[in-house]
């Protein structure tokens, strides 16, 4: 079932499972938000997206106004998501910036960290912060400035250091059994109707490799 943080006529928080898709798909987020709210009819509208491997928080408008006012507190940087993330190995630095200039190679479906600007390429920059470190892997807090696809996975497996359990930018042998440690853990937007503040975290399972750092979160 899914698991809903909150839910109003305008928008739902709720928690996107691993391997679900984001997008208005069969069996994807919002047909499964249209069974957990009972309203099989009901318009559901992506206004930020998880790559499929990641779980995590997500905010989804009900109405259009809703949607569109979400989506341009996006544009407008109004919108905070953070991620929790293990990696391999540790940052050269318990804090810092990542810029890169991001392209996308669609016969491989891989994002990739550019030498020069030309067609297609953007500029990436996330945020980090050390939270802890042990038996050869990091727990990093992020916080996304723009939204690339694959950002996150692209910008530190390009620094040596992929995220554990990722199968598509890390050559390291992890375990089957690891899910991506890659985990939406907070956002923070205004409502677009009432223009409350709001504000959701939730920490990943407790699942491999993020058992290493059970007593950091």
């Known amino acids: 079932m899914l698991e809903i943080l909150y839910q109003d006529q305008a928008l739902v928080v709720c928690v996107k499972p691993f391997r679900v898709l984001s997008t208005d798909e069969p069996g994807g987020m919002p047909d499964l938000i249209r069974q957990a709210i009972g309203q099989p009819q009901a318009k559901v509208r992506t206004v930020h997206r998880l790559d499929q491997v990641v779980g ?4 989804y408008g009900l109405t259009g106004h809703a949607a569109s006012e979400l989506s341009r507190q996006i544009r407008e940087d109004q919108f905070q998501k953070e991620y929790q993330a293990v990696v391999h190995w540790r940052p050269q630095y318990d804090a810092g910036t990542y810029i890169d200039l991001l392209g996308r190679n669609e016969k491989t479906r891989k994002t990739y960290v550019a030498k020069v600007p030309g067609k297609g390429i953007q500029q990436a920059v996330l945020h980090y912060r050390l939270l802890d470190n042990r038996q050869g892997f990091s727990l990093v807090e992020i916080r996304l400035e723009t939204g690339r696809t694959h950002q996150i996975r692209a910008q530190f ?3 040596g ?3 554990a ?4 930018y890390s050559k390291y042998p992890d375990p089957p059994s690891w899910q991506i440690a890659l985990w939406s853990s907070h956002l923070a937007f205004t409502h677009p109707e009432t223009g409350e503040a709001m504000d959701f975290r939730l920490s990943p399972p407790a699942t491999e490799p993020g058992t290493l750092f ?3 979160l």
Do not use: E, I, Y
Request: charged letters at 25%.
């Open 165 to 168: 359990g990722d199968r598509k």
């Open 157 to 159: 497996s390009a620094r």
């Open 56 to 59: 995590g928080l997500m905010v």
């Open 214 to 216: 059970q007593n950091t």
């Open 161 to 163: 250091m992929p995220l």
